[in-house]
Every structure is written in C-alpha cells, then in structure tokens.
C-alpha cells in the first residue's frame, strides 16, 4: 500500500496508523501480505503443474486486493482449464 485509503497520505514503511489522518492501517495491510502470499503459492501450483490448486490460490488473492498480475494469471489458468473441442 503506497497511501493511506481514507486521506491519500504517502504511507513509508510499514505503520499501523496513518501519519495525516490517525486510521488504523493494520488490518488492510494484513490482508495485502495475504494476498500476496496467495499469489506466490499461485506461481509455485503452476510450476508444479497443479493448475486447481493454482486457480484456488489466485481467486483467493483477487478476493483480498486486485492486481493486474493476480487477474492476468486467473485467465491463463482459466483459459488453460477450458477444455477444447
């Protein structure tokens, strides 16, 4: 997280308060680091060809914080899920 949600102040390092408006920090970025915790386990199912489990772990970190990477690799899980014919 590089600024504060309610007040747009630039966050450094890791507070568990905003240095402008006094929120509470801990808890969204608790849910960042899970996220991207769920996303590394993500990369590490593909390398390991478990494309289920990979797919559990990226909508576990879309459903915690949205990023390009997370959403662009659901796909290609998804597209690579879709059987053809």
Not at 11 to 28: F, H, Q, T, Y
Not at 42 to 54: F, I, S
Not at 56 to 71: D, E
């Amino acid at each position: 997280m590089e600024r504060c949600p309610n007040c747009r102040a630039r966050i450094e390092g890791a507070p568990e308060c905003c240095r402008r408006c006094g929120m509470d920090l801990a808890l969204l970025m608790a849910a960042e680091q899970s996220a991207e915790r769920a996303l590394r386990a993500a990369l590490v199912d593909l390398a390991a060809g478990d494309q289920d489990k990979a797919a559990l772990s990226l909508q576990r970190s879309l459903n915690l914080k949205r990023t390009p990477l997370a959403a662009c690799l659901a796909r290609f899980v998804a597209i690579r899920q879709t059987p053809l014919g």
